[in-house]
């Protein structure tokens, strides 16, 4: 049971670090083939290009767990405390509300290709499989910013603190 929970815990680095690994020996073999002969794979840029999507997400998703992500530090750090909250209460349920609207507008994405029978050129692989990291990880960026979001603190803003 412990082993699933830090499996769950740590679901960003692990399927990061495995889609990031794939991405890497695909291109690297694809350039290797390429340049040792004049054949070239062709799927390879599908691939990679859609490992690219679920490996950003992933890494949005990572960087609220871990609390790390860019601030514009100049202006926010010369607000005053009261407007330093509403910043940060009124970016929190801006950036779960665009995600909503991601994982929505991708839930449908993903209802049309398999609808469609839609298929991908190179591997003629179900697009649906690729489109629905989009739903998934937004929802799963919506959980990490849920579980450090706390708007009734006693202690306001714990992610807040001066430089």
Same mark, same amino acid.
């Given at each position: 049971?412990?082993?699933?929970?830090?499996?769950?815990?740590?679901?960003?680095?692990?399927?990061?670090?495995?889609?990031?690994?794939?991405?890497?020996?695909?291109?690297?073999?694809?350039?290797?083939?390429?340049?040792?002969?004049?054949?070239?794979?062709?799927?390879?840029?599908?691939?990679?290009?859609?490992?690219?999507?679920?490996?950003?997400?992933?890494?949005?998703?990572?960087?609220?767990?871990?609390?790390?992500?860019?601030?514009?530090?100049?202006?926010?750090?010369?607000?005053?405390?009261?407007?330093?909250?509403?910043?940060?209460?009124?970016?929190?349920? #801006?950036? +779960?509300? @665009?995600? &909503?609207?991601?994982? =929505?507008?991708?839930?449908?994405?993903? !209802?049309? *290709?398999?609808?469609?029978?839609?298929?991908?050129?190179?591997?003629?692989?179900?697009?649906?499989?690729?489109?629905?990291?989009?739903?998934?990880?937004? #929802?799963? +960026?919506? @959980?990490? &910013?849920?579980?450090? =979001?706390?708007?009734?603190?006693?202690? !306001?803003? *714990?992610?807040?603190?001066?430089?």
């Amino acid at each position: 049971m412990n082993r699933l929970k830090c499996l769950l815990d740590n679901i960003e680095i692990w399927l990061g670090m495995l889609l990031l690994a794939v991405m890497a020996v695909i291109a690297f073999v694809n350039v290797v083939v390429r340049y040792a002969s004049t054949y070239s794979f062709s799927f390879t840029e599908e691939v990679v290009l859609n490992f690219f999507v679920a490996v950003t997400l992933l890494g949005i998703s990572y960087g609220y767990k871990k609390n790390s992500h860019l601030v514009m530090g100049f202006a926010f750090d010369r607000f005053p405390r009261w407007l330093q909250i509403i910043c940060w209460h009124l970016s929190n349920v #801006l950036t +779960i509300l @665009f995600f &909503i609207i991601l994982c =929505y507008w991708g839930v449908l994405q993903v !209802m049309d *290709e398999i609808d469609l029978n839609s298929v991908t050129e190179a591997l003629r692989t179900p697009t649906w499989i690729y489109s629905s990291c989009v739903p998934v990880f937004s #929802l799963l +960026i919506i @959980f990490r &910013i849920l579980e450090k =979001y706390r708007p009734n603190s006693n202690t !306001m803003i *714990e992610e807040i603190e001066p430089r």
